[in-house]
């Protein structure tokens, strides 16, 4: 794997510490900063620090599932130009209607192959 060719601002978002810090290094091997956060508040605090270009964002959380953190990440001017990408175990028709009325950008299924996440990465908003 090279060095992408922009680099991008990514934030990782899982409850399973494990699951978020390999799609971490994942992306930080392909050359972009990353941040990790482990909860919807975190999340949503990180993001307004960090300003990410792209999120993976899990929906399944405890607290404040991914679907809130999403809506409220699209109320946030800061985070208009972030794409936010679904990465989730749950792959049905309900969970992928409800992804993109809440405004996620694109829906992955757990586990995702490594060129479906650098894609999305690479991806800007439409």
């Not at 999120?55 to 809506?71: Q, S």
């Amino acid at each position: 794997m090279g060095q992408s060719l922009c680099v991008r601002r990514v934030l990782v978002v899982d409850d399973n510490a494990d699951a978020a810090e390999l799609v971490g290094e994942v992306m930080s091997m392909q050359g972009h900063l990353v941040a990790v956060a482990n909860c919807g508040k975190e999340a949503l605090a990180t993001a307004t620090e960090f300003l990410p270009d792209v999120v993976f964002l899990d929906i399944g959380m405890p607290g404040m599932d991914g679907y809130e953190v999403a809506t409220q990440m699209r109320r946030n001017p800061l985070l208009n130009a972030a794409r936010i990408v679904a990465l989730t175990a749950w792959g049905d028709l309900a969970s992928r209607a409800r992804v993109a009325a809440c405004g996620f950008d694109a829906h992955l299924v757990k586990p995702a192959n490594l060129d479906s996440l650098l894609n999305e990465a690479a991806s800007s908003r439409a």
